[in-house]
């Protein structure tokens, strides 16, 4: 895979790139965010390994901007930050995975191995044509090339119908997985609910029903749907 190594320790910096490069990855190095502002628009990583505490431009504000411009990029954050709020900051500016330092370097050629590994399936499912692939960490939906964003209540619903049995829940169980009380005003909610994911789901395909109702009971999924 193609690397980016941002980490402002030169030694350590040297280490970890050496540790990736025995395990047949190619390694692209900078001392900080500033430093990569000619290579980025010129190319796309497999995965970034980010220092969070950087000169100039944060590791946070980094990993938004890698996310934005290489969509499809595994991100590993590695810092000595260890409290819950920074591990949260950095999975909400994009981060699939977060570990704090000291790392060991077979731990980390681990996690990158494993990621590179779940992008290449994604990346697989992604070009085969006719699959629904739901995607919980960017809480999107796809058909082929096409995709819609959802809300976690939408995403929620959705994932809990792929992988309930025969692809069917009953009111009830959908309202407990929502946290919303188990009563008519809780069943018109889901119907809105229900309504406007249905709406999301014919923006990809006008010609399915991807969610069918048994009246009085509940709803089914029509379509499978893959989680990635």
Known sequence: MTILLVEDHDALRAVTAEVLRTQGHAVTEAPSAEALDEVLPRRCFDVAVLDLNLPGENGFSLSARLRKTCPGIGIVMVTVRQALQDKMSGYDHGADVYLTKP??????????????????????????????????????????????????????????????????????QLLQILGKPVDDQGKAQLEVLISRLRRKLQELDAGVQAIRADRGRGYGLAVPVTLV
């Open 103 to 172: 790392t060991e370097p077979q731990e980390l050629c681990a996690v990158v191995q494993a990621l590179g590994r779940r992008l290449n399936r994604s990346q697989e499912r992604a070009d085969t044509p006719g699959e629904w692939l739901l995607d919980l960490t960017k809480g999107a939906l796809s058909l082929g090339q096409n995709s819609v964003q959802l809300r976690q209540p939408e995403a929620r619903v959705l994932q809990a119908l792929a992988l309930a049995p025969q692809a069917f829940l009953e009111h009830w």
